[in-house]
């Protein structure tokens, strides 16, 4: 779990750097003081809101703060604190589009993907379908990102298009550009006798 030692690390050095105590960090994020202990030894398994918070907290987008973002837009945030930590919505929106786009390019059904991805098909529904309450933890973020062979942070990157996610898509699962996405027109049948 490499995106919990990064969580961890960021946490220890934020600590330093500010001269702050775990119960000062704690209010901050609005979680105990038992919570930011577990998260600065990588014990933890938090949810996209909260690591949300944690990223608002040193100014950064989720993306950036997990260090792995491709796209240097994803990088600036100075509005992180003035927005609302807890509206992960804009993330939801590219989970989703994340899933919808794997799923046309896999050509994969909602119940394959979930059998594959180890994640139930409830939460896999509610993702793609954009619920509002959906609040997945690392654990599953993770989960999703292994299976479809990108990062943790390239599924929480707000910028990237989906054109951004079929490219990632058909580079790293090794599939010919455009090939599963393209829909035959009547001329590419062949003619019935």
Not at 63 to 81: D, G, I, Q, T, Y
């Amino acid at each position: 779990m490499p995106e919990g030692e990064l969580i961890g690390t960021q946490i220890s050095n934020k600590l330093l750097r500010e001269g702050k105590k775990q119960t000062e960090l704690s209010k901050e994020i609005s979680v105990c003081e038992r919570t930011v202990r577990k998260l600065e030894k990588s014990e933890a398994n938090p949810s996209l809101k909260l690591l949300k918070r944690i990223a608002a907290s040193m100014g950064k987008s989720i993306s950036s703060f997990l260090n792995l973002s491709p796209s240097p837009e994803a990088n600036l945030c100075a509005n992180c604190k003035e927005n609302d930590p807890q509206d992960v919505s804009a993330e939801i929106d590219t989970l989703s589009l994340w899933i919808q786009v794997f799923l046309r390019i896999s050509e994969e059904s909602q119940q394959s993907f979930s059998e594959h991805s180890g994640v139930c098909l409830d939460t896999v529904h509610r993702l793609k379908q954009k619920w509002s309450s959906c609040n997945p933890t690392l654990s599953t973020l993770q989960s999703f990102a292994a299976y479809m062979s990108v990062t943790v942070s390239e599924l929480l990157d707000t910028t990237l298009s989906e054109a951004d996610m079929e490219k990632l898509l058909e580079e790293r699962l090794h599939l010919p550009k455009h090939a599963l996405s393209k829909v035959p027109d009547d001329k590419d049948l062949p003619e019935s006798v």
